[in-house]
C-alpha cells in the first residue's frame, strides 16, 4: 500500500498491541443493550482481555445517519472499537455511513477517536456477487472498483480529523484475496480483514481434528497475496449447536476445542482478533461463546499448548507483532470453484430469520464456506440487501449450508 503505513500503524497506540473482541450487531440494539454486552464480554470468565467490539455499519437502526449508539456505549465502558461501514449499498446509501462517521468524529471527540483501532469499508461483498453467493440468494454485494472508490472515499472523509491515522481495511474470506481480480481491493487497504469458518468448509476434511489445520492454511493463503499486510481475524467461530456440515458436528467440546486451537494461538501469536459471538442464544447453528453472561466452556488459554503447528515465513509478518507463525498453504482457489471473485464466505446471526425475499433491512444473514463450497443465508449483516438500499440491522455470521446448491457448484 503507501510506505507510509508503518508510520500509520505508530502513531495509533491501539493499533499496536493485539486486540481481542467480539462481532456485535446493530439490530434490535441501543445504548443500553450494547453497554450490557461489553461490559459482559469484558468480564467473560476465562477470556483474556476480550475488550474490543467490531461494527458492521457506523448508522443506528430505524435513522437514517445518526451514529450508532454502539459508540456511547463503548466510551462508557473502556471497549475500543473497530468501525465498519456497511458497503454492499449504493452511493447514495454510502454517503449516509459517511456522514454517520462524520458526525461521530463531531459529536463525540477524542473520547471516541482515542478507542478506534481500525476502519472496515464493507465486510464479505466480494463473495455475495460471486455466483456461490447469488445461488444462495445472499443479496446485495460490491464490485472490487467499487470497494476501492468507497475506501477512498472514507480516506478523504477522514482527513485532518482525530480519525486521520487510524487504518483502514476490508473484510472478506480467504477465495476473494487470493483471486487476482481483486488485487486492487488489497492494495487499497491498511490490513486485511478475513472471516474463517472450517466448520463451513464442507468440501474438505472439516472435522474437529483437522480444523486447526484448514483456520491456518487459509491464513497462510491470504498472507501469501498480502503484501505484508497485516491480517486481522474479523470472525471466526465453531458452533455450539446446529446442524453437522460435512464431517463438522457442531458441540459444545468441538466450540471448545477450536477456541482452544485458534483462538488461543492467535491470542499467543498477538493477532487481532474479533470472535463470532458473544451471545448466540436460539439461532442455529448457534456459535455463541456464552449464555446469560456465563461462558459455555472453558476459554482460558493459559494451559493450551505453546507448539501446535509448525511455522511458515508467511505468517509471521501478519501478525499484529512477532510470534510463532503456522503452516504453509497453497495460494490457489480450490479446484472446481470458479467464481467472478474467487469468494464464498461465512455470515451468521444470532437470530437468523428467514427472508427468502431478500428484502432489505432484512434479519436474514448470509453464511458460506470459507473454502469456497458451500454457502447458504441467515442475514448477520444484514447481508440481505436489495437495491443498493441501506440495512437497518448489520452482524455477522455464518450462515446454513446449501448443500444441493454447493454440491451443484462443486461439480
Known amino acids: 500500500m503507501k510506505s507510509s503505513i508503518?508510520?500509520?500503524?505508530?502513531?495509533?497506540?491501539?493499533?499496536?498491541?493485539?486486540?481481542?473482541?467480539?462481532?456485535?450487531?446493530?439490530?434490535?440494539?441501543?445504548?443500553?443493550?450494547?453497554?450490557?454486552?461489553?461490559?459482559?464480554?469484558?468480564?467473560?470468565?476465562?477470556a483474556n482481555d476480550y475488550t474490543s467490539a467490531r461494527l458492521y455499519t457506523m448508522i443506528q437502526e430505524g435513522t437514517t445517519n445518526t451514529p450508532i449508539e454502539a459508540i456511547q456505549a463503548a466510551i462508557d465502558t473502556k471497549t475500543t472499537l473497530l468501525l465498519g461501514l456497511w458497503a454492499s449499498i449504493d452511493e447514495a446509501a454510502f454517503q449516509q455511513?459517511?456522514?454517520?462517521?462524520?458526525?461521530?468524529?463531531?459529536?463525540?471527540?477524542?473520547a471516541f477517536?482515542?478507542?478506534?483501532v481500525g476502519i472496515s469499508v464493507g465486510s464479505e461483498d466480494l463473495y455475495r456477487i460471486s455466483p456461490i453467493g447469488i445461488a444462495a440468494d445472499s443479496g446485495y454485494g460490491q464490485s472490487p472498483d467499487v470497494?476501492?472508490?468507497?475506501?477512498?472515499?472514507?480516506?478523504?472523509?477522514?482527513?485532518?480529523?482525530?480519525?486521520?491515522?487510524?487504518?483502514?481495511?476490508?473484510?472478506?474470506?480467504?477465495?476473494?484475496?487470493?483471486?487476482?481480480?481483486?488485487a486492487a481491493v488489497i492494495a487499497a487497504c491498511d490490513w486485511i480483514g478475513l472471516d474463517e469458518y472450517p466448520y463451513y468448509q464442507t468440501t474438505d476434511e472439516n472435522e474437529?481434528?483437522?480444523?486447526?489445520?484448514?483456520?491456518?492454511?487459509?491464513?497462510?493463503?491470504?498472507?501469501?497475496?498480502?503484501?505484508?499486510?497485516?491480517?486481522?481475524?474479523?470472525e471466526a467461530g465453531w458452533p455450539v449447536s446446529g446442524p453437522t456440515?460435512?464431517?463438522?458436528?457442531?458441540?459444545?467440546?468441538?466450540?471448545?476445542?477450536?477456541?482452544q486451537e485458534v483462538a488461543c494461538e492467535l491470542e499467543r501469536r498477538e493477532v487481532n482478533t474479533w470472535w463470532y459471538i458473544l451471545?448466540?442464544?436460539?439461532?442455529?447453528?448457534?456459535?455463541?461463546?456464552?449464555?446469560?453472561?456465563?461462558?459455555?466452556?472453558?476459554?482460558?488459554?493459559?494451559?493450551?499448548?505453546s507448539n501446535t503447528t509448525s511455522s511458515s515465513s508467511v505468517t509471521s509478518a501478519h501478525s499484529t507483532s512477532a510470534g510463532p507463525t503456522a503452516s504453509s498453504g497453497s495460494s490457489v482457489v480450490p479446484?472446481?470453484?470458479?467464481?467472478?471473485?474467487?469468494?464464498?464466505?461465512?455470515?451468521?446471526t444470532s437470530d437468523a430469520t428467514p427472508n427468502p425475499t431478500g428484502a432489505s433491512a432484512t434479519t436474514l444473514r448470509t453464511g458460506t464456506s470459507t473454502s469456497g463450497q458451500s454457502s447458504s443465508t441467515t442475514s448477520a449483516e444484514g447481508s440481505a440487501f436489495t437495491n443498493g438500499v441501506a440495512p437497518n440491522n448489520q452482524q455477522s455470521m455464518a450462515g446454513i449450508a446449501i448443500g444441493a446448491v454447493l454440491a451443484a457448484l462443486v461439480l
Open 6 to 46: 508503518l508510520a500509520l500503524f505508530g502513531s495509533s497506540s491501539v493499533a499496536l498491541a493485539a486486540v481481542r473482541g467480539f462481532n456485535y450487531g446493530s439490530q434490535g440494539h441501543s445504548h443500553g443493550s450494547f453497554t450490557e454486552q461489553f461490559k459482559i464480554a469484558a468480564n467473560l470468565e476465562g
Open 97 to 110: 455511513e459517511i456522514t454517520a462517521l462524520q458526525t461521530s468524529i463531531q459529536q463525540y471527540g477524542s
Open 113 to 116: 477517536a482515542d478507542l478506534v
Open 147 to 182: 470497494l476501492v472508490k468507497y475506501i477512498d472515499q472514507v480516506r478523504t472523509a477522514i482527513q485532518g480529523t482525530s480519525l486521520a491515522s487510524k487504518p483502514i481495511g476490508h473484510v472478506d474470506t480467504w477465495n476473494v484475496y487470493v483471486n487476482s481480480s481483486n
Open 208 to 234: 474437529i481434528g483437522n480444523a486447526k489445520t484448514l483456520f491456518f492454511e487459509a491464513y497462510d493463503k491470504v498472507g501469501a497475496v498480502a503484501d505484508g499486510k497485516p491480517i486481522w481475524i474479523t
Open 245 to 259: 456440515s460435512n464431517l463438522a458436528t457442531a458441540s459444545v467440546n468441538n466450540a471448545e476445542i477450536f477456541w
Open 279 to 305: 451471545d448466540d442464544s436460539g439461532a442455529s447453528p448457534s456459535f455463541g461463546v456464552s449464555e446469560n453472561g456465563k461462558p459455555l466452556y472453558n476459554l482460558d488459554c493459559s494451559q493450551s499448548a
Open 335 to 348: 479446484t472446481g470453484i470458479t467464481t467472478a471473485s474467487g469468494s464464498a464466505s461465512s455470515m451468521a
